[in-house]
């Protein structure tokens, strides 16, 4: 990677889930403590002895990058070492195009699991879901492989099929789909007009998604002949994120004042705060928040100022909960560590770290013939090895109330089906804007 394209693309990965850039001083080195020496020393030990003993040669580079990532995986999930190729892999997620299956995915426990499907995608309509695991590629175990290794497998020439071996919790045998890869290309931002109300989904907060929303704005405003509409149902759903700077943008297109968002870290250098400019594209009119498990970080920071600041419902379930700031430092030209230096907090001061956003209105979607075994199995933040605790103390159980089956939605998927309704939490979000007056709204559940 030229030095030119490294520097602009950490301009541009102000990312929440790669977050903020802040420069390397000398006051970070001054941490490392003198009496860390003698650790240091072991370290070298062990590297001597590999190389002189192990039973086949090693090389330098698969050493070190294993120490490194030993290291960083010590602190956090978030926390990792990006070499020219992760970089890449960055450009890519927050603004590119690639040939292949359009799913976020991570390694849990040597396993490979699906963190969601990209809208519209080959996975998407595959019918993959969050929390999936891959188990083979073409009927190749990749159990205790890398995750490198898995994407790059899964990634490759638009019109080739890939076999994927499924294990989906709640089911008692795993299943073979079949996907034919395509472009990805990322177009986050998405709009619609269903009975008087807009409705904009946006699927990542990738560059350039504010601009993109205000436009969906007006595209709703040119399909009601000018007019506003009823209402707005923002879908935040199986949002996993992205850039700092577009959560912002979106945040304040829909306030006229107050607080979005802040980060508090270890240092002063470190703290920042956003506050909204004068200007609401909606026009006061109601707007509910969409969100479920997949909506994390970006996501979050959306959601809650729109919540603390009363100018949103949020509905669905309980977001991700991940809270914390990562940046990018620069060690060379062509590498650089993701490294966790902040929590991020709602306008109300509220970390979101590990608890998540609380929906005013919690929607499970019983429209989904696997929500039963999925909601005892959904994970977030908080079931990730390693994580970020909470500076508050939260009560387990409630982190776990929205795996308990709510006793106010009792159809079935066959009864939603024959009624039409193939995504409740959608219809639950319109059907509450068009029987609620204007100014009531916001009223609900506060």
């Not at 979101?352 to 933040?381: C, H, K, L, N, Y």
């Amino acid at each position: 990677m030229s030095t030119p394209r490294f520097a602009a693309l950490l301009r541009a990965a102000a990312l929440v889930s790669a977050v903020a850039l802040l420069p390397v001083t000398t006051a970070g080195l001054a941490a490392v403590d003198a009496q860390s020496g003698p650790e240091f020393g072991k370290l070298l030990a062990v590297y001597q002895r590999i190389k002189a003993s192990y039973v086949e040669p090693v090389d330098d580079d698969k050493l070190l990058k294993g120490a490194i990532d030993g290291m960083l995986a010590s602190l956090d999930p978030h926390s990792s070492y990006l070499d020219a190729r992760d970089f890449e892999n960055l450009r890519t997620q927050t603004d590119g195009a690639y040939g292949g299956l359009g799913l976020s995915v991570t390694m849990d426990d040597g396993a490979v699991k699906v963190i969601a499907p990209t809208r519209e995608s080959p996975a998407d309509r595959a019918g993959l879901k969050p929390g999936d695991f891959i188990t083979h590629l073409d009927g190749k175990l990749i159990y205790g492989g890398t995750l490198d290794e898995a994407v790059d497998k899964m990634r490759g020439e638009p019109g080739k099929p890939i076999r994927l071996t499924i294990f989906r919790p709640g089911r008692d045998e795993p299943f073979d789909v079949t996907i034919t890869r395509e472009i990805i290309d990322l177009k986050p931002v998405d709009f619609e007009v269903k009975d008087n109300v807009g409705i904009i989904t946006v699927a990542s907060f990738s560059a350039d998604v504010g601009n993109d929303v205000t436009a969906a704005m007006k595209g709703i405003r040119a399909k009601l002949g000018g007019k506003n509409p009823a209402g707005i149902v923002l879908d935040l759903r199986q949002n996993p994120g992205g850039l700092l700077d577009e959560a912002v943008t979106l945040s304040d297109a829909f306030l006229d004042k107050g607080a979005i968002v802040s980060q508090r870290g270890r240092y002063a250098r470190d703290n920042e705060s956003y506050a909204a400019q004068p200007g609401d594209i909606a026009r006061g009119i109601p707007i509910v928040v969409l969100i479920d498990a997949g909506s994390a970080s970006a996501s979050e920071i959306v959601a809650g100022a729109l919540q603390d600041q009363r100018r949103a419902l949020v509905m669905g379930e309980r977001s991700f909960g991940k809270g914390s700031v990562q940046t990018l430092l620069p060690l060379t030209r062509s590498t650089a560590l993701k490294l966790t230096t902040a929590r991020y907090y709602t306008p109300k001061g509220r970390s979101v770290q590990e608890g998540g956003i609380e929906p005013d209105i919690t929607v499970p979607q019983i429209s989904d013939p696997d929500i039963r075994a999925r909601a005892a199995r959904t994970f977030r933040e908080s079931d990730l090895r390693g994580h970020l605790i909470n500076e508050v103390d939260l009560d387990d159980k409630a982190l776990e109330s929205d795996k308990t089956q709510d006793p106010r939605f009792k159809m079935s998927v066959e009864e939603l089906k024959a009624k039409g309704i193939d995504d409740f939490q959608l219809y639950y979000a319109l059907k509450t804007i068009r029987n609620t007056a204007p100014g009531v709204l916001m009223a609900q559940k506060r």
